[in-house]
């Protein structure tokens, strides 16, 4: 139903699940195109010691991707979560910090080259209360490392699409502000930068408003840039009212998110931050398409009804 809209959907990925649960894996193959690892491509992941490597679990996605003719988002080169404790522990000058995010950066981008489409560049640099968030990479790096970091996934993949990624900046809020002044001058510095990321890790008791993420998709694409939905899911524990009414209404956020992105000339993927609700990096919640059992929630009738 997406494909002829040139809407990618897809879905965060845990290893476990490919391995040895067919019922995950015939969704999969039903229902997504995309897939992205939701932890096996982080920096810990990858590089656990200086300079050792660690790419096992990602070839095993990128394998079944190709395997199944679905495209692989790359899930993030660089984030101040999720580091390796040799990187935290340690202390470095700007120089070896700089060689050590180039060294990494260039390393995964290189070993995944031609199977990724689209790469988290940087994920999450914006701080929630305005301006840089304080990270280990911006405070030994400056500033500038989001261009640097950029240039060198450039250098190893050319052809791989470049996104920066963050969450709560699909509104119009002072943080999406912040994230669309950072990609304003990402693009007139010439840096390569191909989209943005809007997680969208919703709440179901304060849902963002459609026009307002309407209006923030139109001016990135007034600056050429696409939008991938990269990790949708929507939190609604302390909903008020029956099961049913909050499937309802969980049915009608879904709905409305896609058709926003189906409306929007640069909205091309959307992707949900795992599967079922068996498996969510939520706990004791259901933000899913998917519940607990497999079975399509609400939601996932809503969805094929707005495509
Ligand atoms: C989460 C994973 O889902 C968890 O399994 C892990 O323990 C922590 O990270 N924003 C992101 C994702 O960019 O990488 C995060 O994934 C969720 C929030």
Redesign the pocket.
């Known amino acids: 139903l997406a494909r002829p809209h040139q809407l990618h959907i897809g879905a965060a990925i845990d290893l476990r699940f490919l391995l040895d649960d067919p019922d995950y894996t015939d969704i999969l193959e039903k229902d997504f195109d995309v897939v992205v690892a939701?932890?096996a491509m982080k920096m810990d992941a990858t590089e656990p010691q200086q300079n050792e490597f660690s790419f096992g679990l990602g070839d095993l996605l990128a394998q079944y991707a190709e395997k199944h003719n679905m495209l692989l988002r790359g899930?993030?080169l660089l984030w101040h979560e999720?580091v390796p404790r040799w990187i935290t522990a340690g202390t470095w000058t700007a120089e070896q910090l700089e060689a050590i995010m180039k060294n990494h950066i260039q390393t995964v981008a290189d070993h995944f080259k031609g199977r990724v489409f689209a790469w988290d560049v940087v994920?999450?640099a914006i701080s929630d209360a305005g301006g840089m968030r304080d990270t280990l990479w911006r405070k030994t790096l400056g500033d500038d490392f989001i261009a640097r970091a950029f240039q060198y996934a450039h250098q190893a993949d050319p052809a791989a699409k470049l996104f920066y990624?963050d969450?709560s900046s699909e509104a119009l809020t002072r943080k999406s502000d912040d994230v669309y002044a950072l990609v304003k001058s990402l693009k007139e510095k010439n840096v390569p930068l191909d989209g943005v990321g809007m997680?969208m890790?919703l709440n179901l008791n304060n849902p963002p408003s459609m026009a307002d993420i309407a209006q923030n998709m139109k001016r990135l694409a007034d600056l050429n840039l696409e939008v991938h939905i990269t990790?949708f899911d929507v939190r609604s524990a302390g909903f008020p009212g029956t099961a049913k009414e909050r499937n309802e209404a969980m049915a009608k956020l879904y709905s409305d998110v896609v058709t926003v992105c189906l409306q929007a000339r640069n909205c091309t993927a959307f992707l949900t931050?795992g599967v079922a609700d068996n498996h969510t990096?939520l706990p004791g919640d259901a933000p899913l398409l998917y519940d607990g059992f497999y079975n399509p929630k609400p939601a996932y009738f809503a969805v094929q009804e707005a495509l």
């Open positions: 939701e932890n899930h993030t999720q994920n999450e990624n969450y997680q890790h990790e931050w990096w």
